[in-house]
């Protein structure tokens, strides 16, 4: 075969291939988030997820967590085996959830998990000092939680471990899509009472134009892939002129305020615990984002509330889904980073 002959064999090959290999390595996928407001404008980000075949449920949606967790009512039958682990799982809310770890797949969309460790949710309540936290009246047998939800798929990076057990170890169902899908995905255009979108799976054209920032590693998970602390960014707030630099939870869970868990030491004006309106808001991370307004009463926009330091967490910032009204934000598991972008 001549020189010239071979060359366009091996390019037709390319020809052939190329967009087929482009689309392997860009493969994304587009699923509905809903803003629902469950009272008084707490707003909470709902996904329809099928655990073992069961129905499409809807449940909440929160960086600030970690794994499904699911009613038995909504868990279908097809390939699902279950553990001896019983666990407990505890929100900021007050909200406790209770069963058993089960291995399952997971359908988001069209595209579904192999068998995962899932909580088989099989027991609701609110804590004591909490008790408007939305759960049913009878806690064996779970009704709607805050109206709406069959449970919380928890979207955040880190783990979350019992008895070092990797089948016993639960962790967001999106780093287990298959293929390119499981590489991260991106939050966009949340507004108030509206559809927003999860974009599932991480390409050059989806990320374009977003500022990215690099998390500290924290572990490495049983297939060998590693997870960072998602939760760990500090970022430079200033009220008013009273500024000070506090770990930040990007939680599209957390309550209808911007929390700081941080005491008062800066002396920021307050009425009660609220921080008064009127007041100029900045958070900034150089070059990744700066985010301003003025304070007020409006829930999940400009209500921000001052709390003692967490016992358990220390100073932190819980920014609440107030942030994701103003900023579309790239979770790159792949990768071990954030990264950021204004509405349009």
Same mark, same amino acid.
Request: aromatic share 12%; hydrophobic share 40%; glycine share 12%.
């Given at each position: 075969?001549?020189?010239?002959?071979?060359?366009?064999?091996?390019?037709?090959?390319?020809? *052939?291939?190329?967009?087929?290999?482009?689309?392997?390595?860009?493969?994304?996928?587009?699923?509905?988030?809903?803003? #629902?407001?469950?009272?008084?404008?707490?707003?909470?980000?709902? *996904?329809?997820?099928?655990?073992?075949?069961?129905?499409?449920?809807?449940? =909440?949606?929160? %960086?600030?967590?970690?794994?499904?967790?699911?009613?038995?009512?909504?868990?279908?039958?097809?390939?699902? =085996?279950?553990?001896?682990?019983?666990?407990?799982?505890?929100?900021?809310?007050?909200?406790?959830?209770?069963?058993? #770890?089960?291995?399952?797949?997971?359908?988001?969309?069209?595209?579904? %998990?192999?068998?995962?460790?899932?909580?088989?949710?099989?027991?609701?309540?609110?804590?004591?000092?909490?008790?408007?936290?939305?759960?049913?009246?009878?806690?064996?047998?779970? !009704?709607?939680?805050?109206?709406?939800?069959?449970?919380?798929?928890?979207?955040?990076?880190?783990?979350?471990?019992?008895?070092?057990?990797?089948?016993?170890?639960?962790?967001?169902?999106?780093?287990?899509?298959?293929?390119?899908?499981?590489?991260?995905?991106?939050?966009?255009?949340?507004?108030?009472?509206?559809?927003?979108?999860?974009?599932?799976?991480?390409?050059?054209?989806?990320?374009?134009?977003?500022?990215?920032?690099?998390?500290?590693?924290?572990?490495?998970?049983?297939?060998?892939?590693?997870?960072?602390?998602?939760?760990?960014?500090?970022?430079?707030?200033? *009220?008013?002129?009273?500024?000070?630099?506090?770990?930040?939870?990007?939680?599209?869970?957390?309550?209808?305020? *911007?929390?700081?868990?941080?005491?008062?030491?800066?002396?920021?004006?307050? $009425?009660?615990?609220?921080?008064?309106?009127?007041?100029?808001?900045?958070?900034?991370?150089?070059?990744?984002?700066?985010?301003?307004?003025?304070?007020?009463?409006?829930?999940?926009?400009?209500?921000? $509330?001052?709390?003692?330091?967490?016992?358990?967490?220390?100073?932190?910032?819980? %920014?609440?889904? !107030?942030?994701?009204?103003?900023?579309?934000?790239?979770?790159?598991?792949?990768?071990?980073?954030?990264?950021?972008?204004?509405?349009?």
């Amino acid at each position: 075969m001549s020189q010239a002959k071979f060359l366009k064999v091996v390019m037709s090959f390319v020809m *052939i291939f190329s967009p087929l290999i482009a689309v392997a390595q860009a493969e994304s996928m587009g699923v509905p988030l809903s803003v #629902i407001d469950t009272g008084n404008k707490v707003y909470k980000l709902g *996904i329809k997820v099928s655990v073992a075949g069961g129905p499409p449920s809807l449940v =909440t949606f929160d %960086t600030g967590g970690t794994g499904l967790h699911i009613f038995a009512s909504q868990v279908g039958n097809a390939n699902i =085996t279950y553990t001896h682990q019983h666990i407990k799982s505890a929100f900021m809310s007050g909200l406790v959830y209770e069963g058993v #770890i089960a291995l399952a797949p997971v359908t988001i969309g069209k595209i579904s %998990t192999a068998p995962i460790p899932v909580l088989v949710v099989q027991k609701a309540y609110c804590q004591k000092n909490k008790p408007h936290c939305g759960a049913g009246q009878n806690p064996n047998n779970p !009704s709607l939680i805050m109206g709406h939800f069959y449970g919380e798929l928890g979207a955040g990076m880190i783990p979350e471990q019992h008895n070092n057990d990797p089948q016993k170890t639960l962790f967001t169902p999106l780093r287990a899509l298959p293929g390119n899908y499981g590489s991260g995905f991106i939050i966009e255009n949340l507004k108030p009472n509206g559809q927003g979108r999860l974009k599932l799976g991480l390409n050059p054209n989806n990320t374009a134009g977003f500022n990215t920032v690099q998390l500290s590693q924290l572990g490495t998970y049983a297939d060998g892939s590693n997870y960072y602390n998602d939760k760990g960014l500090v970022v430079q707030y200033s *009220i008013n002129g009273f500024g000070e630099a506090l770990r930040t939870a990007f939680d599209t869970g957390g309550g209808p305020a *911007i929390q700081f868990f941080s005491g008062n030491e800066e002396g920021y004006p307050l $009425r009660g615990n609220l921080v008064a309106p009127r007041q100029n808001f900045n958070a900034s991370l150089p070059n990744v984002f700066d985010w301003q307004f003025t304070t007020g009463r409006k829930a999940g926009f400009n209500r921000v $509330r001052i709390n003692p330091v967490s016992a358990q967490k220390g100073a932190f910032v819980n %920014t609440g889904i !107030s942030f994701y009204f103003q900023y579309d934000v790239i979770y790159d598991f792949k990768n071990g980073m954030l990264g950021f972008h204004p509405h349009e």
